[in-house]
Nanobody, 123 residues
């Protein structure tokens, strides 16, 4: 069983940056596909970026060139660096882990989820 805890959310003006963290309970995170998802009010949850190890597997078109996934294995933590934030980036952000993933990624493919962290971008 893998436990994930997100942090780092907050409020920022458009054009600003935030870094989200996802701390895992064990080092098993190292071998898993890690995903960041988000859900805006009254909208469905959507995937943002998927990675494994030190590389990105897939990046959603709406964040290409702006968001980057990375990890610190010593801390069992995955990060989402968000730059050039836009009001439409507002939502609850979740990290998730899976042993496998389809292309394009699907929410149902991910077995472990954090509780989420809120990101609010003002214009």
């Amino acid at each position: 069983q893998v436990q994930l805890v997100e942090s780092g959310g907050g409020s920022v003006q458009a054009g600003g940056s935030l870094t989200l963290s996802c701390a895992a309970s064990t080092a098993a995170l190292y071998s898993k596909y890690m995903g960041w998802f988000r859900q805006a009010p009254a909208k469905e949850r959507e995937w943002v970026v998927i990675g494994r190890g030190g590389g990105r597997i897939a990046v959603a078109d709406f964040v290409k060139g702006r968001f980057t996934i990375s990890r610190d294995n010593a801390k069992n933590t995955v990060y989402l660096q968000m730059n050039s934030l836009r009001p439409e980036d507002t939502g609850m952000y979740y990290c998730a882990a899976s042993n496998w993933v389809r292309v394009p990624p699907r929410e149902a493919d991910f077995d472990y989820w954090g509780q989420g962290t809120q990101v609010t971008v003002s214009s």
